[in-house]
C-alpha cells in the first residue's frame, strides 16, 4: 500500500530524495519549487517509508503529515463575485492545500439570490467529479435553508459551510461547519484560523468515511501507479498544465484531451491488464481537455471477467 | 459611525453590523456617514439600508481641499484632504500638463506657470460623483441577489430599498419611512 507525506525543506541535495522515491517504487504527487525552499508531496510504498523519512532529515528538511493528499476538492460558492470572493472562499481552499489536497474554487452561473438562486446539471456534473466539496453560504438562516436546492443532489461528499444553523436539511450534507458567514478580509484572527481548521477536519472526516468504504473492497490498483505510467506518456509529460495529472481516491483526472488520446491511454498496461478494462475513462465535463480515470474495484474487475469469459 | 441594524435574523443582525462598517471603511466612505440603519428581512427578501451623511454631498474645488498661494508666476499647493490627492493630480496634469507640475513631497505640489485662481478654482470631486459613489458603497453591502433596487436622496439622506423580484407599494411606504426616521 501506498502513503501519501510531504517533504518541506531545502533544494539543496533534493536530487537524492528523487532518486530514492524512483528506486523504491513511489511517485511525486506535486512539487512546488520557490527560490531555494522545496516541498514534494510524494506517495511512496508503506515499507519505504522510515528510510524516505531518515533522508529527508539527513538532507536538511522534514517530513510533513498531509492527510489530504491525493484528493481533489471543490470549493463551490454561489458566485465568483466580489461578494463571495476572495474571502472566505478563498481561505478555504488555502487552508486545504496546507493538508496537502489540490483544491479548485468555483462559482456558479446562477447562484445568486433566494428565490432565483439554481443550479443546472452541468454545474452538479462537474462538482461530482471531485473528491469532495466544500458549499460555502452566507449569514441569514433563512436564505440557507432556501438554497437547499443548490447542494442536495451532488453526487459527492459535501461539507456545508455557513453562518447559523440551518434547520430540517440535515439530509443535504455530509458535515456542517457555522459561524462563517460573508467577510471582508482574510481569515487571520485566532478564532477565524480555528474554524478554518475546523472546515479541512470535517473535509478530512468524510474522505476518512470516503476511504473506508474503499477499502472495503479495494480498487485494482493504486492511482498512484496508474500516474507512474501516465508520466512516461509523452503529451502529458509535454503538458504545461499545472499539475497535468491530479490524483483522486479513487482515480485521476489528467489533462490531455479525451477524443485524441483516449485509444492510447486505454492501451497502456498495468499489472499485464489493459487500462481500458480495469478503469472507467470519460471526458471530463469541464471541457474535452481533461480526462477522468476512474480504477475499478477488484471485485468489479473480477466480475468483468467474468461476464468476457476471461 | 453608528450603525443600527433592525432585523429578523440574530446572527444576519451581529454579523451584518460588523460588516456594514468594514466595507465602508475598505473603500474610504466611513468617514463621511454619521450615522447608518440597515433593515434586513431575509423572508421577504427586502433590505432598506439608509445612510446619514456627515455633510451634503457637495462640488470641491482644489481650494476646498488644499492650500494655495501664488509664488511669483508659479502656483504651489499643500493638499489637506489626503482622499482628494490623485484627483488633484489627474486635473493639474490634464489643465496644466505633466511638465508643469512639480510634486516635491505627497502633498506639496509647484504649478509652473499657473495663477491662484486658476488652480483653486479647478474641480476635483462634483456633488454628484460623491452620490454614485456612495450608492455604489451601500449597493457593495447589500446581499448579491437583491437587484431591484430603489434610491431616495434627499439633502444628508441617502436610502436604497432592495428586493429580489416585484418591488410592491409596501416595500417602497417601509423604505420612506425609514428614510424620513433618518431625518430627511
Redesign the interface.
Known amino acids: 500500500m501506498f502513503e501519501v507525506m510531504m517533504y518541506d525543506g531545502g533544494i539543496y541535495r533534493s536530487e537524492e530524495l528523487f532518486e530514492m522515491i524512483e528506486d523504491v517504487g513511489g511517485a511525486v504527487l506535486q512539487k512546488n519549487r520557490s527560490s531555494q525552499m522545496l516541498s514534494v508531496t510524494m506517495a511512496v510504498p508503506e515499507g519505504d517509508r522510515k528510510a524516505i523519512e531518515a533522508l529527508c532529515k539527513d538532507i536538511g528538511g522534514e517530513v510533513k503529515s498531509v492527510p489530504l493528499a491525493g484528493t481533489e476538492i471543490a470549493v463551490v460558492g454561489p458566485t465568483l463575485g466580489r461578494h463571495h470572493m476572495p474571502h472566505p472562499i478563498c481561505d478555504i481552499a488555502e487552508n486545504l492545500r496546507r493538508r496537502g489536497s489540490i483544491t479548485v474554487v468555483m462559482g456558479l452561473a446562477r447562484g445568486r439570490g433566494k428565490k432565483t438562486a439554481q443550479i443546472n446539471l452541468e454545474e452538479r456534473k462537474i462538482i461530482g467529479e471531485y473528491d469532495a466539496a466544500v458549499f460555502m453560504l452566507g449569514n441569514f438562516k433563512n436564505c440557507v435553508e432556501a438554497k437547499t436546492e443548490l447542494f442536495r443532489e451532488i453526487d459527492t461528499p459535501l461539507v456545508l459551510v455557513c453562518g447559523p444553523v440551518p434547520e430540517g436539511i440535515d439530509d443535504a450534507y455530509d458535515a456542517i461547519v457555522s459561524g462563517v458567514g460573508r467577510k471582508m478580509e482574510r481569515m487571520r484572527t485566532t478564532p477565524e484560523r480555528a474554524k478554518l481548521d475546523e472546515i479541512a477536519d470535517a473535509v478530512e472526516k468524510i474522505l476518512l468515511e470516503k476511504r473506508r468504504i474503499l477499502e472495503e473492497d479495494p480498487l485494482f490498483v493504486h492511482p498512484a501507479e496508474v500516474k507512474q505510467l501516465l508520466e512516461d506518456y509523452e503529451p502529458v509529460n509535454m503538458c504545461l498544465r499545472p499539475g497535468p495529472i491530479v490524483m483522486h481516491l479513487d482515480g485521476l483526472r489528467v489533462k490531455i484531451g479525451y477524443e485524441e488520446h483516449r485509444r492510447h491511454v486505454e492501451d497502456m498496461k498495468v499489472y499485464g491488464r489493459r487500462l481500458g478494462d480495469i478503469c472507467a475513462i470519460s471526458p471530463s465535463k469541464i471541457n474535452d481537455s481533461s480526462m477522468l480515470i476512474r480504477i475499478k474495484t477488484r471485485s468489479e474487475v473480477e466480475h468483468d471477467d467474468r461476464k468476457a469469459g476471461r | 459611525m453608528e450603525v443600527n441594524v433592525i432585523s429578523e ?4 443582525n451581529e ?2 453590523s460588523e ?1 456594514f462598517s ?2 465602508m471603511a ?1 473603500i474610504n466612505k466611513q468617514s463621511h456617514i454619521e450615522r447608518a440603519t440597515l433593515v ?1 428581512k ?2 421577504v ?1 427586502l433590505f432598506i439600508f439608509s445612510v446619514k451623511l456627515r455633510a451634503e454631498p457637495s462640488s470641491k474645488t482644489v481650494g476646498d481641499v488644499a492650500n494655495v498661494r501664488g509664488e511669483g508666476s508659479d502656483a504651489h499647493l499643500t493638499i489637506t484632504d489626503e482622499r482628494y490627492a490623485p484627483s488633484i493630480l489627474e486635473q493639474l496634469w490634464k489643465k496644466f500638463g505633466r511638465e508643469a507640475v512639480d510634486q516635491q513631497t505627497r502633498f506639496d505640489l509647484d504649478v509652473i506657470g499657473a495663477s491662484e485662481s486658476d488652480v483653486k478654482a479647478l474641480l476635483v470631486a462634483s456633488d454628484e460623483e460623491s452620490i454614485n459613489d456612495m450608492i455604489g458603497a451601500i449597493w ?1 453591502t447589500m ?5 431591484n433596487r430603489r434610491t431616495f436622496i434627499d439633502g444628508r439622506v441617502i436610502t436604497v430599498v432592495a428586493t ?2 416585484m418591488m410592491e407599494p409596501h416595500m417602497l411606504e417601509e423604505g420612506m419611512r425609514v428614510h424620513e426616521a433618518e431625518g430627511a
Open positions: 435574523d440574530e446572527y444576519g454579523s451584518y460588516l468594514k466595507i475598505d434586513l431575509p423572508t427578501p457593495r446581499p448579491e441577489g437583491i437587484k429580489e423580484e
